[in-house]
Nanobody, 116 residues
């Protein structure tokens, strides 16, 4: 059974940090990249950060300098270190596993709330 499982979300105050983790089951072959997306209420899902083979990394402009994406050696776990969180970072964060084949996989999402 294919699984993509996010963890590490929660409620924090502005300026605080969180670290998200995403673990993809080992039976997912051909992983080309892993990425974090987020969706705020009433808004479209947007790319937050993406890491591909060869360590190619992309960030949304809104998180550059505050968020850091990384992965493990096996490339089946990806992390998102989020520092200096702001209320506009609030949303449901989704992990996406991008494969070299035709099918990608999504996690079910995890809530991040930044509020004083």
């Amino acid at each position: 059974q294919v699984q993509v499982v996010e963890s590490g979300g929660g409620l924090v105050q502005p300026g605080e940090s969180l670290k998200l983790s995403c673990a993809a089951s080992r039976n997912i072959a051909g992983i080309y990249a892993m990425a974090w997306y987020r969706q705020a209420p009433g808004k479209q899902r947007e790319l937050v950060a993406r890491i591909a083979v060869g360590a190619n990394i992309d960030y949304a402009d809104s998180v550059k300098g505050r968020f850091t994406i990384s992965r493990n050696k096996a490339f089946n776990t990806v992390y998102l270190q989020m520092n200096n969180l702001q209320p506009e970072d609030t949303g449901t964060y989704y992990c996406k596993v991008v494969r070299s084949g035709p099918i990608d996989y999504w996690g079910q999402g995890i809530q991040v709330t930044v509020s004083s």
